[in-house]
């Protein structure tokens, strides 16, 4: 069986995600590579870019969709830490 080779884009996210699991997960999108947020990164790339069209419009279709999903991982967070402070504040108010 021949090998794909992987697009240019998805090589690059590997180099700067640091730990090869971007490319694992694009050779084996159903494999268990122990990093959940570099196959989520894998799937939006497979389900919004178009890897025939050129490198410069695959890039800038991925850069909008992890943008999105920065604005909303931050949003979590933010709600964590609302979470947080709640829990803090009403401990406080108990002593």
């Known amino acids: 069986m021949k090998k794909t080779p992987v697009p240019k884009l998805i090589h690059e996210l590997d180099r700067v995600y ?7 997960y694009w050779r084996d999108p159903a494999g268990h590579h122990g990093d959940t947020l570099a196959k989520f990164i894998v ?31 931050r949003g979590c967070v933010t709600a964590c830490f609302d979470l947080v402070w709640q829990e803090e504040a009403q401990r406080r108010r108990k002593a």
Not at 18 to 24: C, Q
Not at 43 to 68: N, P
């Open 18 to 24: 640091g730990d090869g699991l971007i490319e694992a």
């Open 43 to 73: 799937l939006e790339m497979r389900e919004c870019v178009e890897f025939g069209k050129a490198i410069g419009i695959q890039a800038e279709v991925a850069a909008l969709v992890l943008q999105k999903a920065e604005r909303q991982l």
